[in-house]
């Protein structure tokens, strides 16, 4: 805020692209201050595939990176860039038991990735890649957390299924949903990592990239 009470973007100097739907990231970013405006990738993701977490994880933000990238060259709004510019995708995977596990694709799966989690603990790793669209530079990493449930009961889980927004995030876990906040036993890392965009992260690759 500036002297008169307007919002003043730390990003005054340069632009932000987000290259996620994820209204939790959209959030997150405006949390940390900047403005930016959305583009979205269409890839499939279900045909990356990589064993280990990290990186799946980097693997499809680099992949969500270059789809935007080409849809962005194909408009020619590239071209148009004369300011910098950064571009920011990210990607997230619950593990559970040694098993990456991705959005869930039916009612019965979520249904039984949340009820695994109940009074158990699940890893969160989450990356985050920022691309300087004008000079090309580009960095990555990813962050992980763990979080450690209390018993979920029955009708907690009916109501995220019958609510269905479990179906849009990785692992069918939402940590920040009023009905899972209060069954969060211990948190090992950050709530912005589990949301899947850890805020010291991009921070860090936003200034690196500049």
Not at 54 to 79: H, P, R, W, Y
Not at 97 to 117: L, M, N, W
Not at 122 to 145: C, D, F, P, Q
Request: hydrophobic share 40%; proline share 3%.
């Amino acid at each position: 805020m500036d002297a008169a009470g307007n919002f003043s973007p730390k990003n005054k100097d340069f632009e932000i692209i987000l290259g996620s739907s994820s209204k939790a990231r959209r959030e997150i970013l405006a949390e940390m201050g900047y403005e930016f405006t959305i583009v979205t990738a269409d890839i499939d993701e279900k045909s990356i595939r990589k064993e280990k977490p990290e990186d799946l994880v980097m693997t499809l933000a680099e992949a969500k990176a270059d789809a935007i990238m080409m849809k962005l060259g194909s408009n020619n709004q590239l071209e148009e860039i004369s300011r910098p510019t950064l571009l920011i995708t990210a990607d997230t995977v619950v593990v559970y038991q040694g098993v990456i596990r991705e959005k869930p694709t039916s009612e019965k799966e979520a249904r039984q990735f949340i009820r695994d989690y109940s009074g158990g603990s699940a890893s969160v790793v989450g990356s985050i890649l920022v691309t300087n669209l004008v000079t090309g530079s580009r960095k990555g990493g990813w962050e992980s957390a763990e979080v450690y449930f209390l018993d979920i009961p029955d009708e907690v889980i009916d109501s995220l299924i019958e609510e269905g927004i479990t179906f849009n995030v990785a692992g069918g876990l939402m940590l920040e949903h009023p009905l899972i906040l209060p069954l969060v036993d211990t948190l090992v890392g950050t709530v912005d990592c589990v949301m899947g965009l850890s805020k010291t992260l991009a921070e860090k690759l936003i200034n690196e990239v500049l």
